[in-house]
């Protein structure tokens, strides 16, 4: 038999928290068929690849090294997960000069080695960080995918699967707007297997209030500063979204997730990245899925863009 089948390729970029434990997840999950690592500290790398590399026997046949910008040639995602991570009290908008240098360097540095795959953004703050790597890439925005609320969904699914006592994968519902303070959830879509919250609780659960669902949202949204104010960051939720990210895209599965992407007029936004449902396949975002909002939740959205164009200027001072 001949297997002619070129080799999927990923690059992850900041082998710290998210990086390793990303990297852990994909090789886990069999999701790519070689993996290459790259970080500032290369001695890291070196003793990542090796650890992985003698994992690779208790898991499936995956090609793992340290590398350079070169290997990005060839890669169909680069994941860059690289820069400063939030220390306890500070917003992830307070990181946004220092890691949009560190971005323009990476970038520039990955386009160099004539990548054209897909680059998935989880570095913070994430809407921000994959607005400048599309403008630094001069790639189609479809390409260029920020891990956006992805991680908050997951919360805010978790906590009321396990708020109602329901299987997780029964709760359907989802954050939008910014990874961060001003994201929203998106109340008037969320459901309980084919029932809307509000008439599930009216039909099977009268003890539970509005109240209780307010604090989930709270608890969903403050859920990074609770986590790192105990153990300094967060990192194995995030990767395994970014694996279930990258599988959707290798094996072109055509998921919805609330990945951050360029609005163009959709919700009555533009020229910004944020969290939005979106469809996510081999070719990247191919649509954005524009639910209905309610009026509230129309505002808030918007209130949550018009946070991220007043950060997003610092960006552009190291164009
Ligand atoms: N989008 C999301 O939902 C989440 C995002 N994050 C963000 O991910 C980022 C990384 O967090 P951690 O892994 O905890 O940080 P970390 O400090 O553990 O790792 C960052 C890594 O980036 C490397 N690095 C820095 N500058 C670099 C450069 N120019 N080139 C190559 N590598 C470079 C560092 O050497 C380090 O290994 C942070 O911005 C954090 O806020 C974290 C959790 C969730
Ligand atoms: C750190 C971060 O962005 C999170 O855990 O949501």
Known sequence: ?????????????????????????????????????IDLNKEKTEGDAMDLNHGVPFGAPTKIWAGEYADCKDADIVVITAGANQQPGETR????????????????????????????????????????????????MERVIGSGTILDTARFRFMLGDYFGIDVRNIHGFIMGEHGDTELPVWSQTRIGSEHVSRYMEKYKPDATKEDLDKIFVNVRDAAYHIIERKGATHYAI???????????????????????????????????????AIVSRNGVERIVETDLNEKETRQLHHSAQVLKEAMKPVFEVE
């Open 1 to 37: 038999m001949t297997v002619n089948k070129q080799p999927s390729r990923v690059v992850v970029i900041g082998t710290g928290n998210v990086g390793s434990s990303y990297a852990f997840s994909l090789i886990n999950q069999n999701i790519a068929d070689e993996m290459v690592l």
């Open 93 to 140: 908008l307070d990181l946004i000069e220092k890691n949009a240098k560190i971005f323009k360097v990476i970038v520039n540095s990955v386009m160099d080695s004539g990548f054209d795959g897909i680059f998935l953004i989880a570095t913070n703050p994430v809407d921000i960080l994959s607005y400048a790597t599309w403008k630094f890439s001069g790639l189609p």
């Open 239 to 277: 990767a395994m979204g970014l694996a279930r990210l990258t599988r959707t895209i290798l094996r072109n599965e055509h998921s919805i997730l609330t990945v951050s992407t360029l609005l163009n007029g959709e919700y009555g936004l533009d020229d910004l990245y944020i969290g939005v449902p």
